[in-house]
């Protein structure tokens, strides 16, 4: 008899609801009449991921003191809260977007479901423990995200962008799964906080198996975080798959990439933090130049917000290699409006996408401010917080993270990132000059037809978005004062 | 322990992982690239197990169990999209998927 381990379901609580909407989405396909499937299973998944958003805010606040559940394999703390808490408040919006999409009525149902499994996996990662529950959750919702980016099967672009995403992320996964069984060689422990006592205790500091290992682990989280050079998967697959799954991963898969790999090295890695750092201040550095620069070309919307999903992952990075508790504080603060402008962009792109059913370029979004006011208002907001001005949240981000490097003492990569800063200028504001300052000759009308019905459900996500993007400007001491809370659970 | 050091295993785990990541990167059919996919993930378990044996443990061993049934998962959802690709009659060869590039 072996003894089963005893199993904290509170602390699996955000997952467990996501997956019970997942199976109710997906019953409901089946026992729901026809003409109600989308309503039901939308509401259910929509339902799933709020139970999670309340289920992680009831375990943030009950988790003061970090501990490691289910022997050892699931860390429950206020870092993993507060992700699950941005992962369902994403998944939230995503439904919202997902709605009014022109989808066949036959798959709607595994779309929800899809996306609310998908939801669970991410949810279950930001709490992993040791490697074998990193590299679970990492599956769990990168499957899921393979077919929700070939969902649309009658586009041919959406099926190569779900067969790249697939190529490319089991790529990325094994290279993962490598590095964690090199580990594992070295240190005889999958527990990231084990890993790092084996390391202290055996003196493994230049260990070549554990250096190979730490070396593969960092590729394969660089490959979820669509980090620079390991980004090539991202404006194809970005711009292939369906809008609102986009959106969704835009936003929720790096929030958990980036939350995992602050978890994974300082927890597992603090005797080797001189090498990772630097390793992560280049990976930052490549990823900022190369999505900014790429970006600067793009005419079409989505791959020039996959680009700057790039420079941002390299922002992101830079609060990760300051290694410090303020940069900690900056990864977690920063996600907040990254994630609200990520998907309320993706949401307007999705919005005219639909009105036009064609791609979006920058020539035919415009006129788009002035056709629809709630939605070009709120792509402004999201432009300038993406390039980092005042009045959004995104400017407390980049000054926080900024604020972490040189705390650190490496004022080369805020010199670095400043600059960045200003070269993603240029194509953020040409969205807004696209939107709104294209004299009348130019325009390209949008084909005949009366202007679609406004779509309620993906307004207000907009607006929910651009809410959370202004208000973590005003909001800025209790929101720091949550991802002090969670970087607390590390040790930093 | 009986048998060959340790050290082989991981040689023999490295070569295989080095062979499904050429397999990735040279060949053009996706299937072959599935199969190479699984090359890498069964390389990684081969490691494990012979990790798990040397330091005579067994998360190594549960872990190599866990990584086959998501490589099975993995395999179903690609197999799925090359059907589906089949289906429009598009060839399959990753080099001529270029419809997006920009």
Known sequence: ?492 | MMGPDVTWYLAISGILFAIGALGVMLRRSPLIILLSLEIMLNAANLAFIAFARSHGELDGQVFALAVMAVAAAEVVVGLGLIVALNRRDLELDVDKMSTLRG
């Open chain 1, 1 to 492: 008899m072996i003894d089963a381990p005893s199993v904290d379901w509170f602390a699996l609580s955000p997952e467990l609801a996501m997956l019970a909407a997942a199976g109710v989405a997906l019953l409901g396909a089946v026992i729901v009449p026809r003409d109600w499937i989308r309503a039901f299973a939308a509401t259910a998944c929509a339902l799933g991921f709020a139970g999670g958003l309340v289920a992680a805010a009831i375990l943030f606040w009950k988790s003061g003191t970090p501990s490691l559940e289910v022997s050892d394999a699931i860390s429950r703390d206020r870092l993993a809260a507060l992700a699950q808490m941005i992962v369902a408040g994403s998944g939230l919006l995503a439904v919202g977007i997902s709605y009014s999409s022109r989808r066949r009525v036959e798959h709607v149902g595994e779309y929800y479901a899809l996306l609310a499994t998908c939801g669970g996996g991410m949810a279950f990662l930001v709490s992993a423990g040791n490697l074998m529950t990193l590299f679970l959750g990492l599956e769990w919702f990168s499957i899921c995200l393979y077919v929700l980016c070939a969902m649309d099967l009658d586009s041919v672009p959406s099926l190569e962008a779900g067969l790249k995403y697939l190529i490319v992320g089991s790529f990325g996964s094994g290279v993962l799964l490598f590095g964690s069984a090199l580990v594992y060689g070295a240190t005889g422990e999958l527990g990231f906080a084990a890993i790092a006592d084996a390391t202290r205790s055996a003196g493994l500091d230049d260990d070549p198996l554990l250096l190979v290992g730490l070396a593969m682990l960092i590729a394969g989280l660089g490959f979820k975080a669509s980090a620079a050079p390991f980004h090539q998967w991202t404006p194809d697959v970005y711009e292939g798959a369906p809008t609102p799954v986009t959106a969704f991963m835009s936003a929720a898969t790096k929030a958990v990439a980036l939350v995992l790999t602050l978890r994974v090295l300082t927890v597992a890695f603090p005797e080797l933090d001189e090498l990772w750092t630097v390793a992560l201040a280049v990976l930052a550095c490549a990823s900022l130049a190369i999505g900014n620069l790429a970006a600067l070309v793009q005419r079409r919307v989505k791959r020039l917000l996959a680009y700057s999903s790039i420079s941002h992952a390299g922002f992101m990075l830079i609060a990760i290699a300051a290694a410090n508790e303020l940069g900690g504080k900056a990864l977690l603060y920063y996600l907040i409006p990254y994630c609200a402008a990520s998907l309320g962009a993706f949401a307007v792109v999705a919005a005219r996408e639909r009105e036009l059913n064609a791609p979006v370029t920058l020539d035919n979004l415009a006129g788009l401010g002035w056709e629809r006011p709630l939605l070009g208002v709120a792509m402004w907001s999201f432009m300038l917080s993406f390039a980092g001005f005042p009045l959004t949240g995104g400017f407390v981000g980049k000054f926080y993270v900024f604020a972490a490097a040189y705390e650190r003492g490496w004022s080369w990569l805020v010199i670095f990132g400043v600059a960045a800063t200003f070269v993603s200028l240029y194509y953020y504001l040409a969205v807004i000059r696209a939107m709104y300052m294209r004299p009348a000759s130019e325009l390209t009308l949008a084909p005949a037809g009366a202007s679609p019905p406004r779509e309620i459900l993906l307004s207000a996500s907009v607006f929910v978005a651009m809410v959370v993007n202004v208000g973590a400007f005003f909001a800025v001491q209790p929101l720091i004062d949550l991802a002090k809370d969670a970087a607390q659970s590390l040790p930093l």
